[in-house]
């Protein structure tokens, strides 16, 4: 089966999900106070991140790596709240980006957004090591209804 990446249109399709994705994060008010600037590198690692996740090379695992991802997340104290609107925006960006939209591929990627922000939020509380969620590098997301594989 074509790999989430593939199915996508490789980077340069997920560069521009993260890209729209990115802009409305910074004018949320909601996400506002985790996103307080535009960052130059976070809509690349964003790409990256999801590139390697759905598939595609191993560019965030041989960059900035998922140790980095833990510090990015570490006190900032995600609430319930801006985890659901993160999703929320995610999506509307997937629908902007002018990706495929077949229910099977949509299925997949609500699901990834949901798995990580649930890690994301879970590590913005962690107050130890131990408290963080178990997962530790990029998570290998295939489609819907199956379990990505660290």
Known sequence: MTSLYDHAGGTEALHRLEEIFYTKLLTDPLLKPLFPERKPSHVPNLTSFTSESFGGPDA??????FAYLIDAHRHLHITEEQRQRFVDLYMEAFEEAGL???QEFLDAVREHVEFGSHVAMQNSHATTDADLHPLREVPRWTWAGDKPTP
């Open 60 to 65: 965030f695992t041989r960059g900035p790596g």
């Open 100 to 102: 495929p939209r077949d």
